[in-house]
């Protein structure tokens, strides 16, 4: 049971929600997901799996459930509440409105903060560095390597303004808060990495990012991106944020989660790329061995160098063995079937492996024996510096080196889901890279999340595909009976409001003649029409489409042309003046676009979008699923393209009074077996079908 001090304080906040919001409307579906959210947490319904789904409709207010569902149960137990989305809109949305709003209204005072990753904040020693322009040899050399972008006068005056407002106080480290964009090579040189601005170092120790740390270690509830999410947990969890097991979690827009973690479970390397930078650490060690005093670090620095000479050998071995197969004769990519290397690749891949292995491990050794002579002042500063950054700038690309090494060498036990191995060229097609990846990331989760965290809450929008969780379920490691909670709850909206219309079409999308039909189709679909969204399921489509509207005399605004952010600018301008817009979109505008109101009253959507599995780890994945007798286009593609049409679908509703209509052109709906799936899964618009 919920305690009574839990549930008091939620139904104060409530009252206080609905006496401070404008316009309140009092929704059973959200109190429903407040009341659920809070149960599963506090471990009313199973104690040893608090974990709940929920799809939640739009309308029912998401942010501000979790909000009242989740804050105060882990203020009250002394826990970190982290609340993880996918998309930087929805975090700013939370830090900038929905938690200032509901902190003004709660009954339990919190703090919260936005946490970033180490890299969106500068090193005070590298920035000071680069500020003063000195020239350490070995630094440049570190830096070199990384952006291959030596700082000219006006980088140099660009350092010296941060440096002078960081130190002034007037700005904390933060890209994001620099008023100005900083170019990418140019903040690669002062970016703070987990190797060389270590907190146990004096000097490091008022960096920008320990000091957030500091402040987030302080804070109630911490909103981070799902990337930041899993580069915590795939390295054992604490080590960014807090450990899992003493965390809440909410994972808003969660059905992105599974992509991310699978992302996170891949790696890959360049041959020659990685041939180069092994040469030079070779070096690099023993400069290091050189410069640190006495021999306590010997036997590290000898393991390295003989790592590093087995090393070279094996990738030669592999470097003239993919030079004389002809991988790429068809196609840039080349993906071995079921994961499965020919020979000799499976041997240079265990060698390679456990080189790497043991040279991690040593060059591990040497940076912690470079920051210890410099504790004990062994190492004075002015040396130790540039031969950490160089140790930490390797100690990055040997671990992602090992772990492709670690997943190419892995052995898959026969009737296991395999892994997705391929090759791809460069493109200056001079040098091969080698791609890893899992197919499945539910265990993944499962071990790093599920069963570690106090508890959690996935919520989405759009969670369930055919009017099921199961496809959902599968993705995220989630078992059918595992006491897992399971919500689905509509959006309170009167879909009755806009019209769902199909209309007679002469052609299906795989004829040759159906983009001729819709640049005849659609001037009538837009005509009289005051804010129009036309989405494709290719950018070929798309552009071919606005040619032959505009040669009718059509005004549109394309995507590609200009940015996202303009687009939108200037459709809004258009609506708010009264002059007729069209945006022609592909599918990253079906999703988390915001056209409330008179912004969208007309959504056309011309084609089912159905993925083609392209890339080597969709191909993977549906070959896995044809050897173990299964369908991919029903398992996969179909349930995949539910989901997306539902999101799509989802922007023409965002407001209560809003209406509009809904037109898609793919007869597939009405002329397959799988349309009815498809229409049912829809919201509840009004239908006219021809």
């Known amino acids: 049971m919920l305690s009574e001090r839990l549930k008091g304080a939620i139904r104060d906040s409530y009252r206080q929600l609905a006496a401070g919001l404008p316009g309140f409307v009092a929704r059973r579906e959200q109190n429903y997901l407040v009341a659920e959210i809070a149960k599963t947490l506090s471990g009313e319904y199973e104690k040893s799996r608090r974990i709940l789904v929920a799809e939640a409709g739009t309308g029912i207010g998401k942010s501000l459930s979790y909000a009242q569902g989740a804050i105060a149960l882990a203020r009250l137990q002394q826990k970190k ?92 480290g933060d890209r994001d808060n620099w008023p100005d964009t900083i170019a990418d090579p140019i903040w690669e040189r002062i970016a703070a990495d987990r190797h060389t601005c270590n907190r146990t170092l004096t000097h490091h120790q008022h960096c920008p990012f320990h000091r957030a740390r500091e402040k987030m270690e302080q804070t109630d509830v911490l909103v981070v991106n799902h990337a930041l999410l899993l580069s915590d947990l795939t390295m054992g969890g604490g080590i960014i944020l807090p450990p899992p097991d003493e965390c809440f979690y909410v994972l808003d827009e969660a059905h992105h989660l599974p992509t991310v973690a699978r992302d996170h479970g891949s790696a890959s390397m360049s041959v020659k790329g990685s041939r180069r930078w092994l040469e030079k650490l070779a070096q690099s060690a023993g400069k ?71 040279a991690l491990r040593a060059l591990d050794r040497v940076q912690g024996g470079i920051a210890e002579a410099l504790r004990d002042g062994d190492l004075k500063r002015k040396q130790a510096e540039p031969l950490q950054a160089e140790a930490g700038f390797f100690m990055q690309r040997l671990e992602n080196f090992h772990q492709l090494w670690e997943l190419m060498a892995r052995e898959i036990a026969e009737g296991k889901t395999p892994l997705a191995r391929w090759l791809s060229q460069s493109d200056d097609r001079q040098d091969i890279m080698l791609h890893a990846s899992p197919i499945e990331v539910g265990y993944l989760l499962e071990e790093w999340l599920w069963s570690k965290c106090l508890g959690a809450v996935l919520v989405s929008a759009t969670l369930t595909a055919l009017s099921s969780f199961d496809y959902f379920r599968q993705q995220a490691g989630l078992k059918a009976h595992d006491g897992t909670r399971y919500l689905r709850l509509r959006s309170p909206f009167d879909y009755n409001k806009a019209e769902l219309y199909l209309p007679r079409m002469r052609c299906e999308p795989s004829d040759p003649g159906f983009t001729g039909e819709l640049i005849e189709k659609l001037p009538a679909l837009l005509s009289h029409q005051k804010a129009s969204l036309v989405l494709f399921s290719s950018y070929k489509q798309m552009n071919e489409v606005a040619e032959g509207l505009r040669s009718q005399g059509l005004s549109l605004l394309v995507q590609g042309e200009a940015s996202r952010a303009a687009l939108l600018t200037l459709h809004r301008s258009r609506c708010d003046g009264g002059t007729p817009s069209v945006i022609l979109g592909t599918g990253s505008f079906a999703e988390g676009l915001d056209l409330p109101g008179h912004y969208l009253t007309n959504l056309i959507i011309t084609k089912l979008p159905f993925a083609v599995p392209t890339s080597p780890v969709e191909e993977a994945t549906a070959e896995w699923i044809e050897k173990r007798g299964g369908n991919p286009f029903l398992q996969v593609t179909i349930p995949e393209a539910s989901r997306k049409l539902i999101q799509a679908c989802g922007r023409l509703i965002r407001k209560e009074s809003d209406e509009g209509r809904v037109t ?14 498809l229409l049912d899964a829809l919201p509840p618009f009004r239908r006219t079908i021809e």
């Open 288 to 358: 290091m061995g050189r410069a640190l005093p006495s021999e306590r670090l010997l036997d590290a620095q000898l393991k390295l160098q003989d790592a590093l000479a087995a090393l070279q050998p094996d990738l030669k071995a592999l470097d003239n063995w993919l030079s004389q197969q002809p991988f790429f004769s068809e196609s840039s990519d080349y993906r071995f079937s079921e994961g499965k290397l020919p020979d000799p690749l499976p041997l240079l891949a265990i060698n390679l492996k456990e080189s790497s292995k043991v």
């Open 81 to 172: 509440l982290i609340i993880s989305t996918a998309t930087v809109a929805l975090q700013e949305q939370l830090i900038h409105k929905d938690l200032p709003f509901f902190l003004k209204h709660s009954a339990v005072p919190f703090s919260f903060i936005l946490v970033k990753g180490r890299q969106r904040y500068c090193c005070e020693h590298l920035l000071e560095v680069a500020a003063q322009g000195e020239q350490e040899a070995n630094l440049e050399f570190a830096f070199a390597e990384l952006s291959r972008h030596k700082p000219n006068d006006s980088d140099r005056a660009l350092y010296q303004r941060l440096w002078h407002a960081y130190t002034h106080g007037k700005w904390d």
């Open 664 to 677: 898609i052109l793919d007869r597939r709906l009405l002329t397959k077996r799988y349309g009815k799936g």
